[in-house]
Nanobody, 127 residues
């Protein structure tokens, strides 16, 4: 059974930084793309960032480009989201997700492409 567990959320002042982690378990020989999404109260879930199965390509929402960095290690068993220059509008629950298929190459921006989701970690940015 595939599990994705996020950690690293918290409360931070505007301009500060946080590093989120997502640990994947339940599958071997990881060759899976990973993504980060977020959802604020009363808003729809939105794409934040994604990384290809080999780490060679990264993708970002325009709203976080230049401030957030996605990376992975151990064959994408663990994926990170370094968030710098945080803004109050970044406040949301952050979820990591992964497609079911190895070597995924599709529309990383579409949440419907992802089959496994973590439970989420809360990020709150105060002004």
């Amino acid at each position: 059974q595939v599990q994705l567990i996020e950690s690293g959320g918290g409360l931070v002042q505007a301009g500060g930084s946080l590093r989120l982690s997502c640990a994947a378990s339940g599958r071997t020989n990881n060759r899976y793309a990973m993504g980060w999404f977020r959802q604020a109260p009363g808003k729809e879930r939105e794409f934040v960032a994604a990384i290809s199965w080999n780490g060679g390509n990264t993708y970002y929402a325009d709203s976080v480009k230049g401030r957030f960095t996605i990376s992975g290690d151990n064959g994408m068993n663990t994926v990170y989201l370094q968030m710098n220059s945080l803004k109050p509008e970044d406040t949301a629950s952050y979820y990591c997700a992964s497609p079911r298929n190895k070597y995924y190459s599709g529309n990383y921006y579409d949440g419907r492409e992802y089959d496994f989701w973590g439970q989420g970690t809360q990020v709150t940015v105060s002004s």
